[in-house]
Structure formats: structure tokens, C-alpha cells
């Protein structure tokens, strides 16, 4: 288990809903990976990511799907790609990512809390 924090320390990190308007590979990248395009609405917009989830996804098949991410880290640049948002996962039993998602479809921009 990590560190126990603060309920404030969690707030700190702005975690939202988007949807995935773009994917395409990225074969630039050391380990497989897949550049996305998430839309969170106004005011955040479309931001991209780099993700390494080709073990349980294709590209053609993410467009529509919506994700959560962390919004407000740092841009980190992966190879010729800024990724702007953390698009966030949980590892199957090989380790492999598999991207959280809300139950039902909700509103771009949604905060979670």
C-alpha cells in the first residue's frame, strides 16, 4: 500500500472523464504505444497522451470510448509526442493495461471526486 495522504493531497489531483476523438500507433515509441487524442470540453479541449495499452487495444477501435485521466501533471515529452493528460489503467494478470472508464456514458469534463 502507499503512503497514507491527506483527503486535501487528493484534491490537488484533477482527475476527469474524456472522450477519445483520435488513436493512432506509435511506432516511434520504445515499448508499444498508441497516441490518443482525448476530448474533455470546454474549458480543457482536446488533449493528446501516449499510452502503452496495444495488448487489449487497436487504434481503429478506441475512437468514441470514453477514458479518465489525470489533467493537471506536468506535459512530458515521449519521443516527438508532448503527452498532456495520464490516461489512466489498471494492470490484468500479465500486467498488461486495461483503461478505466466510467459504467455509463457521462458528460466530457466530469471531475472526479
Excluded: C
Excluded at 19 to 26: E, G, S, W
Aim: net charge neutral.
Amino acid at each position: 500500500m502507499a503512503d497514507v495522504i491527506a483527503y486535501s493531497d487528493f484534491e490537488k489531483v484533477d482527475i476527469r472523464v474524456g472522450t477519445i476523438v483520435d488513436a493512432q500507433p506509435f511506432p516511434e515509441a520504445r515499448k508499444p504505444a498508441i497516441k490518443l487524442w482525448v476530448d474533455f470540453g470546454a474549458p480543457l479541449g482536446v488533449k493528446r497522451s501516449s499510452a502503452q495499452i496495444t495488448a487489449h487495444y487497436a487504434p481503429d477501435r478506441l475512437i468514441g470510448r470514453q477514458v479518465v485521466a489525470v489533467v493537471n501533471f506536468p506535459p512530458r515529452q515521449i519521443g516527438p509526442v508532448l503527452s498532456e493528460v495520464l490516461v489512466l489503467g489498471v494492470p490484468d494478470e500479465n500486467g498488461d493495461v486495461v483503461l478505466l472508464k466510467p459504467d455509463i456514458p457521462v458528460p466530457i469534463g466530469g471531475r472526479m471526486f
